[in-house]
């Protein structure tokens, strides 16, 4: 799943189970589980000029960059999170942690071949999804699509939950690009029917 979808998904499902104003460790808790893969990528873009080929069939897949993206996205490490944060009285830190645990349960049925290892350091086992939320061969399309409408629903539930200008126009900045992404994904299906030789 996208990662600005994980953060709306998120506010909408948590800030209301929160009982102070969450947004902020909500938005932080769903991005962060992300955030070596954004490292990564710009570390390897911008400083060492890779190639995306090279990014993401080589750098991705070398064993430190898999350790972190996997101790990131582990479901065991953010449980042991929320425990600790619990027992601390760190509210704002436990709610963080379940975000992140709800980032990671969110991406099992939707990551196929480039699908995480969740239950890391426990196991290294990885929950390959017949489903991918962006490859075509593994209803790709279609899981798009669902994740766009409810990325949609979520913004009209978290709306009136977030108070700053800021906040709410990066709502409507997200929706309005995956409604472009949307069009132009129908025109190119529409195209390939009507076309078919120009899409081949």
Known sequence: MNTPSHAIINLAVLNHQAQVQA???????AILPD?????LYIWAKLIRRQPESQI???????????????????????????????????QLWEILCW????????????????A????????NYRFISP????????HGYTV???EK??????????????????GKSLLIVVNVLYLIAFLYLVKSKVVELLYPSISS
């Not at 995480?116 to 196991?123: E, I, T």
């Open 116 to 123: 995480h290892r969740h239950f890391f350091p426990v196991s």
């Open 56 to 90: 993401w069939s080589q750098t991705y897949e070398l064993p430190f960059w898999q350790n972190l993206v996997a101790t990131f996205h582990s479901l065991p490490l953010a449980l042991c999170g929320v425990m600790i944060s619990h027992y601390w009285g760190w």
């Open 35 to 39: 955030a070596p893969i954004f490292i």
């Open 23 to 29: 947004a902020l460790p909500i938005t932080i808790g």
């Open 99 to 114: 975000s992140m645990i709800l980032h990671s349960l969110l991406d099992l049925p939707v990551h196929n071949d480039d």
């Open 149 to 166: 409408l409810l990325v949609l629903v979520a913004t009209i539930f978290t709306f009136s939950i977030i108070h700053s200008w800021i």
């Open 144 to 146: 798009s699509t669902v």
């Open 131 to 138: 489903f991918s939320y962006w490859d075509p061969k593994h």
